[in-house]
């Protein structure tokens, strides 16, 4: 079993930044791909960023794209989520994912393991 640890939300103002870490228990996950996904009030869990386990590659939703950046280290096994220019539209509970496929990675229903969520709230 995995476990997927979120830190770093909070709440910020718009045009903020923060950036989230996810710290996974296991030395293994290096090999898997890891990701972010958001939730927002009344709304349903969504893509947000993806990277390969290699970090060569990575992957963003539309809404996200030149706003958001994710990068993971390896040798720390941790991922991250640095978010620029917020806006309240990011308002959401942000999930660390991590999948052993690429296609499951940025689906929704077949992400392999979750961690607990992050808040994240950018005031107007």
């Known amino acids: 079993q995995v476990q997927l640890v979120e830190s770093g939300g909070g709440l910020v103002q718009a045009g903020g930044s923060l950036r989230l870490s996810c710290a996974a228990s296991?030395?293994?996950?290096?090999?898997?791909?890891m990701g972010w996904f958001r939730q927002a009030p009344g709304k349903e869990r969504e893509f947000v960023a993806a990277?390969?386990?290699?970090?060569?590659?990575?992957y963003y939703a539309n809404s996200v794209k030149g706003q958001f950046t994710i990068s993971r280290d390896n040798a720390k096994v941790t991922v991250y989520l640095q978010m620029n220019s917020l806006k309240p539209e990011d308002t959401a509970v942000y999930y660390c994912?991590?999948?052993?496929?690429?296609?499951?990675?940025?689906?929704?229903?077949?992400?392999?393991?979750w961690g607990q969520g992050t808040q994240v709230t950018v005031s107007s």
């Open positions: 994912a991590a999948s052993h496929t690429m296609v499951d990675m940025t689906n929704v229903r077949r992400v392999d393991y």
């Open positions: 990277i390969t386990w290699s970090g060569d590659r990575t």
């Open positions: 296991r030395r293994t996950i290096s090999n898997w791909h």
